[in-house]
C-alpha cells in the first residue's frame, strides 16, 4: 500500500452522499436536517398526546354527566375532572409549538442553502481514483 488517504471513495473516485461530514457546511446549516427531524417528530407525538387528552377529558365529561350532572358545574368534583389534564394539555402545546418552530427553522435553512455547493478539500487535486490505485495494485 501506498501514503495515499485511506477515505471510503465510491466507484467514480468522489465521496458518498451520507459518508462521514461535509467539510463545506459549517454554522446554523449543519444543524438544520436534525432540527427539521427532531422538530417534526415532537410535533407529531405532541399533536397525538393532545389527541388522546382530548378524548379522554371527553370521556371522562360524558361519564360524569351521566348521572345528570354538568362537569361545568362549580363543584369541587367537576373542577377535578376539568383539571385532570390541564398539565399534560399545556405542556403538549408548549412542545408542540416548540417543536413546530424547530423544524420550520430548519426547513427554512435547508431551504435557504439548497444551491450553496459545498467546498473541496484543499487536498483534492481532482484526480479520479479507480479500483488499482485504492487496491494498491
Known sequence: MDDRDTEDFGAAGTREPGDGENPGRSGLVRFARPALIAG??????????????????????????????DVTDAT?????????????????????????????????????????????????DGQDWDYEDLAGQ
Open 40 to 69: 417534526s417528530v415532537v410535533a407529531v407525538v405532541c399533536v397525538a398526546l393532545l389527541v388522546i387528552i382530548f378524548a379522554l377529558d371527553s370521556f371522562n365529561a360524558t361519564v360524569y354527566s351521566v348521572g345528570g350532572k
Open 76 to 124: 369541587d368534583e367537576a373542577r377535578a375532572i376539568r383539571e385532570t389534564y390541564a398539565p399534560a394539555r399545556v405542556g403538549g402545546m408548549i412542545f408542540l409549538v416548540l417543536g413546530a418552530l424547530a423544524a420550520l427553522a430548519g426547513g427554512f435553512v435547508m431551504y435557504r442553502e439548497r444551491n450553496t455547493s459545498a467546498q473541496v478539500d484543499e487536498d483534492d
